[in-house]
Structures are given as structure tokens and as C-alpha cells.
């Protein structure tokens, strides 16, 4: 191989050689380990007399009967109505908050705009567990300087940790850890809006409510897709929360939200492939659901494209 060759083909295959150690890490850390889940779903534990001894227990094919237990699982079943409940509570109110937020350090008479971001952004950068433990203190009657002071004044002290309640609980710590981050990414968006077409608008008459409801919010539909997206994600996957406060309740089981069911099946029963199976079915609706949503907001943009 002449050094002309060498080089080309040096070239050419720099950009793998930069590729690889992120394609060995997926490998390692998540392809493998998917794969591993899934080999195990189809999986089971078969016993023979009491279980005791050598050869008493081994691994045998189940093919679908995992799969069969968990989606007739009454117990996985209500705890994807309940995620459904709270994502109906944390998705809108946390994405409003997020545009509401954007649009007002976006605002020319915003003042203290980079304090006012970092103290939005900053509850994000608090560990979820530490953010249940520090809301579950505030939401402990025994302990809480809320009822204390609604003590004092003679009001009713509500139980946020029992009944309906609960969920507004929950949600409320999902939404105050999660505006910020969608606030960041909906306010880059806006600082990428030409100052062109403000001035055009301006100039047209508009006020800077016509401007927000008619130009910023149609330009950052991507951004508001995007983190839609994210949020329906992170919702499906429900399980620091929950886990956090159930030492705090009695309304809180182990098996609150799907995730946690599988935690229960894996650790505490020691059903690794049931477990496989139910973890196997989660991914593959948030994997759904995630195709879903994105394809039709792609045809929507089609559309009004076409237009």
C-alpha cells in the first residue's frame, strides 16, 4: 500500500475511529443489556419436588407466558391508570408553566432576567430523591410549617399525602423539578427568532401580546413538540417520587406506578423474567406512544407547510 493509499484511507476511517468508543459504550451499557431482558422475558424458573438440591431449579423456555401474565396483571394494569392520571396533571400545567416562563424573560421589560432564569432553572438540578424528600417534609402534617401556620390561622389542614390529593402532590414535584429544563429549551428557542420579525410586527401594530400568541409561540412549536415529547417520556417512567414518599403513606404502594411493580417483581419477589416481561412491554409503549406523538406533529408541520 503506497502512502497516498495510507492516507486515504486514514481519511476515510478517522470519523469511525472517533465513532467507536461512544458505538462500544452502546454496546456495552445498553444494547446488551436490552438484549439481555429480553432473552430473559421469554424466560422462566421451572421447580422440580421442593426445589431443593442440584438440578432442582433450572431455566426453561416460556415463550409468551410472561408476556400473557403481565398484560392480564391487574396490578400493572392500575398502576398505568394512575401514571395516565398524573401525566393528565404534570404534562399541560409543567409545559404552560415552561411557555409562560420563556415568554416572559423574553419580555424587553423583563428585569433581572439571568437571576430570574437560574432560580426557574435550578430546582431541575436538584436529584429527584432529594426533591421528594424535601416536598414529602412540607407535605408531613406532623412536621410540615404549612400546617403549622394553617394551624395558626385557624384553616383547614389538608392531607396531600392521602386520597386525590395525592396526586396533586406528587405531580407538584414533578412539575417544580421539571419546568425549568423545558423553560430553557422553549427560551433558546426564542432567543433564535430573528429581531427582524419583531420589528416588522411592531411596525404592523401589534402588541406584545399579538407578538407572543401570534409569532413566538407558532415559531417555537418544534421546541414545544420537543420537550412534549421529553415530558410523556419521563412521565411513562415514573418512579423516584412515588418510591420517596411511600415510607411517608400508607396511599403509596409498591406497586404505584409500572416501574415500580417491575421493582417489586425483579427484588422483592425475585422474578427477574416477569419483571423482564413488564419492563420489555413499558418500553415498548413509551417507544409507541413516543412514534406516535412525533409522526403526527410531523404531518401537522406538513401541512401547514403545504399551506
Known sequence: MT???????????????????????FLLFFALPIGYAIWLSFHKVQVSGLGLGSGARKEVWAGLENYTDAVTDSELLDGALRVLGYGCIVVPVMLGLALLFALMLDSEKVRLAPFTRLAIFLPYAIPGVVAALLWGF?????????????????????????????????SNIAVWGGTGFNMIVIYTSLQAIPAEVYEAAKLD???????????????????????????????LQVFNEPTTLKPLTNSVSTTWSPLMK??????????????????TIIALATLLLSFGFLR???RRNKQEAAR
Open 262 to 279: 417491575v421493582y417489586q417483581d425483579a427484588f422483592g419477589k425475585g422474578d427477574i423474567y416477569a419483571a423482564a416481561a413488564q419492563a
Open 138 to 170: 412540607l407535605y408531613l402534617p406532623d412536621v410540615s410549617p404549612f400546617h403549622f401556620v394553617l394551624d395558626r390561622l385557624g384553616l383547614p389542614q389538608p392531607d396531600l399525602l392521602d386520597g386525590g390529593p395525592l396526586y396533586l402532590a406528587l
Open 296 to 298: 403526527a406533529a410531523n
Open 3 to 25: 502512502s497516498t493509499n495510507r492516507r486515504a484511507y486514514g481519511v476515510k476511517g478517522a470519523p469511525y475511529a472517533f465513532l467507536l468508543p461512544a458505538g462500544v459504550l
Open 205 to 235: 401594530g401589534a402588541t406584545p401580546l399579538q407578538i407572543a400568541l401570534r409569532i413566538k409561540i407558532p415559531m417555537v412549536a418544534p421546541s414545544l413538540v420537543l420537550t412534549f415529547f421529553f415530558s410523556i417520556i419521563a412521565t
